[in-house]
């Protein structure tokens, strides 16, 4: 039994495990005010070209949402997300319990538009309306599309004009700048959002996102937040250590390349079985459509998600790839479709 | 420069870093839905004696702390604690933040006694006030010192028969566990509390805290609770894993002798030198009471926190020791400060 | 310049002003602990033909909402409401304020039914969402409509199956229950649903609006959540006086009654003259589709609210009558635009 | 029985039920966007010789302290009160709810101090600890002392220097601004703080507080904030109709000045019966110390509240006054005592 279930399901790349075992015995200051933080810190900064970035490191992305959005937003303020965006369906309502609506707009794959942004805004027109204050981007989304550089500059533009803050979800950040279409880079996102991380946990470290905060008035007292929602990591040397593995050369998009280079053959090989898909994905997430037959087949093999009924005898399913994923295991599960 | 500041500075224990090395490019399901998470639960259950208790693991002790009280109280209840006690003024209000009041009481040595808590709940009369209903205790206390087994059975019976929630913050509990006086057992632990939490950030993991919920109405939908408040780790098997290694033998209370030792190692050392304490504590931090002037030397060679002003020429320091503490060290500070 | 904006632009019954003015001087306990309040609680009891249900009044609806709806509520559980529920839209957020999230379902006529909730239920299958607990439904809704008999036991059956909290806000229940095919009676509403109120403000009282609790486990320590969010009027009698002079005859359903019947006439009026409605209503709201030209005219005249844009040359606006409304200035705006 | 228990026994003056009748049948716009209001807010703004600050009116005072408190701060911000103060002990943790710890300070008299102030300042150090941004005040307090002129010059100074918000709580400012002794006007409590209350609840109003806000960076957006709490009455005229008759005359100084005299005669004649106090207080709340078999006697004839216990066998009372007070009554007491 292989799994394409996720992108989390292995550990880390081994240069962080050994980073990790050779500092093991150092002492260090905890909270993340030890020198691997400033290392890491530094080396983000030169990666985002903007010394003036706040980056803070944290466990987990629902974490980072729950703690940026509550800290940006005033009690009557709301988040603007795609339908599917992450804080829309999938941590529990973290946002609604620090007080914010999330203000839910149906996206054509997944992603955000000026225009679905004007739409909410012109619903909320006076106080007995939340205000929409941020702007709530996944790149790579839920469904594995991404932004070009296009939309990302009309997205901000909009924000800017608007008073919006643009914050950028980047759990799987990597993959969306390793797909092969991918106008992107990490100093585009830090210009042209107000605050977005960087997902380490998704693409080879055992856990860890970097949040880059470029906005001026966002800055201020953030460390106070992380702690009072529980996301100070004791010793957060061990955050910086992988981010530092992930960013002193260019591991980072090694690893998210590989795992947009697996997805890509899984995708080919389906297509070229004939089989087709519920978006065209260039990332690590691939959602083929299958006959419920070949499923029933699949699933002894192979371990994946379920997505959603596409008729009666068929069912979209998610396939995650990783930097972890084995080119043979893809092949095995090409092979099988085949078969 | 030698840093008795914290029992966090160093990393984890090498048997703990060999099992995540091994385990690395298992594919294993997330969020602690994996094989790890589940023996890892078996073996606590075990330990406390308890095949009926939830078990679940968290990655700091602010996280469990805000989670669990936030699950098990009603909007208008609050927890009552010692005022030095950690949720009272060192997690920036985080359980404020979950809508709660923190009911503190002033406590000789940072225990809380059923007289105390009986002074809140008379203090508390109708629904103009809160409702104290959950008695929060740190065992080993914030300031080093210890329940014995007729004080934790006191508190038990008298929140049973008061109908309030006795919930133990176990980020030290090794310490107090292997306290050379300890009557308590984790098996005690567990039947005379609600719900407490065994800290093993603090005693030689990389960081991880197994919340034990005993009391059978706080256990439901508790993971839904972890998840609302970004807990949930991605790759649960790593806090498993930890556990695994500090449990299958007797490696949590090993390291946590260690540390003991080397406190009552300084302790003894700063006594014999004419000094004395803030406080008698026998578990691994110690507050010996140093003149001004020793401390300006001593701050060159080793690292450590202020604690209070005692007077006009003296002032509290704290000293923390962990699993990883040199002997050597210790001997050297015993020498320093007789010089 | 007459207003069909809204069902309290005017002040209230002149029996409830000669109650109040009558029992001025009285001297009487505050925060509801008065003998008034008790006579109207006793008095609801037997409207509602419970003598066992809890009531408690309140200043104003969104307050209502809030309270009992977080009160009743653990912090991961969800409010399923129409997505034009007065909770989802105009409450600036007050439920999302309180931790919890609104999981908002399009329904026709705003009137959910058992086959939505299902959906809702069905599209929250794990820990990784909010559990829908609680139903929010209207009556009569926001845009007019009033939900039957059987519509009512549907719900109340599907909501006691699935363990879910039946909630039913009566800001407007007056005007329901009057309608001139309702089926419904006062303890109809209070054996059918978990809780719900019955609104004064919009139906002759100053301010106003009594919850009723029937569902046991959620009375307990509800004056607690009263006061918790500003709830607990200091002069309490001042509502129960109200409720007492609107329940002791009929005067609650006569002037409810009044609304619907000036509501009809309008709505008979701008039939007969040609124009349709957004939707069917019998209760005090009406929806007609005017052209643009004609609104023009028509706001020198008669103050009314904007609903919606219907095409590029006709819009849906709203209008509202009261207990307080004028037979002649229906007959007016009639006449206007037959004109 | 006559009631000393607490100054919101009676309804109204009988100015505001007059002019409450006599507007009865108007329309007005709702939730206070009427004529009324504005005249109201012009009124008010004179009165405070203030003509750029906001005013909102308010039902109660716990409403106007969860609302205006959590408006104010970030979520990682405290309050700063006194022990006594109304937000710690008699609000079932409203603000808590909010998300906001009270830091709590014990204070003489009820009454915070630069010093105090500096010292809850100083005890909170770094991100670990909540950072206290807003000062809570009460005037009168909540044992009947009131502010001098020096005093609050002296917090207003400290708080400006501290980056802190000064809020002053007057659900009962006008038995303080005609105490005796008094020196402060309304203009000075704009001038020196940067919001505050003026309670009309407790001097002759129904019910109602207007909230003023002048420092300009705590206006925007405010009435979101009263719509998100539950706290925008619909018919909102009627906060503004009453303090129209409060300020368009002196009526809310002289119903004010009427309580203090009748407070001040009872503590005269307590005094000269040979009894003592708890506190000194020229304002309309008297804490006279009372045997208990005195106390066994009187409450057959005069309601009060008991305080606390003072000794074995004395019980310190609160005997409160108001607009409504009977001079006769005030006599029967005093000649019931000497009996």
Redesign the interface.
């Known amino acids: 039994m292989?799994?394409f279930?996720?992108d989390?399901?292995?550990?880390?790349h081994?240069n962080i495990?050994k980073a990790?075992?050779n500092?093991?015995?150092?002492?260090?200051?905890?909270?993340g005010e030890d020198t691997y933080t400033e290392i890491a810190k530094k080396l983000l900064k030169e990666k985002i070209e903007d010394g003036t970035a706040d980056i803070h490191f944290f466990?987990?992305?629902?974490?980072?949402?729950?703690?940026a959005i509550?800290?940006f937003l005033?009690?009557?303020e709301?988040a603007v997300a795609a339908e599917i965006g992450h804080i829309n369906?999938?941590?529990?309502?973290?946002i609604?319990?620090?007080?914010?609506?999330?203000v839910a707009m149906k996206a054509q794959d997944g992603k955000l538009t000026p225009a679905l942004i004007e739409e909410a805004l012109d619903r909320h027109t006076d106080?007995?309306?939340?205000?929409p204050k941020l702007v709530y981007i996944s790149n790579s989304t839920e469904i594995g599309t991404h932004y070009n550089l296009k939309e990302l500059e009309g997205l901000s533009e909009f924000c800017k004009a608007h008073g919006l803050i643009l914050f950028m979800d980047g759990a799987r950040l990597g993959s969306a700048l390793t797909a092969h279409d991918n106008e992107i880079t990490l100093a585009d996102c830090a210009r042209l959002t107000d605050a977005f991380y960087i997902g380490g946990?998704?693409n080879g470290a055992?856990?860890g996102e970097a949040l880059v905060i470029t906005k001026e008035e966002l800055k201020a007292?953030f460390?106070?937040?992380?702690?009072?929602?529980?996301?100070?990591?004791?010793?957060g040397r061990?955050l910086a250590i992988q981010f530092i593995e992930l960013f002193k050369e260019d591991l980072f998009f090694d690893l998210a390349a590989h795992a947009n280079q697996m997805a890509n053959q899984l995708a080919e090989g389906i297509r070229a079985a004939g089989y087709s898909f519920l978006t065209e994905s260039v990332t690590n997430q691939v959602f083929p459509i299958f006959p419920d037959v070949l499923l029933e087949q699949l699933k002894e093999e192979f371990?994946f998600s379920f997505w959603e009924r596409k008729d009666e005898t068929h069912t979209v399913i998610r396939l995650v790839t990783s930097w972890?994923t084995k080119p043979e295991e893809v092949e095995r599960f090409i092979a099988f479709i085949n078969q």
Chains 1, 2, 3, 4 share one sequence.
């Open positions: 292989y799994s279930k996720n989390y399901s292995e550990g880390a081994e495990l990790m075992v500092s093991n015995l150092e002492q260090t200051s905890g909270y466990v987990g992305g629902t974490q980072v949402n729950l703690t509550s800290a005033r009690p009557h709301a369906v999938h941590e529990t309502g973290a609604e319990a620090t007080g914010h609506k999330v106080e007995h309306m939340v205000k946990t998704k055992l856990m007292d460390r106070f937040h992380i702690k009072q929602k529980g996301a100070l990591l004791a010793k061990l371990d972890a």
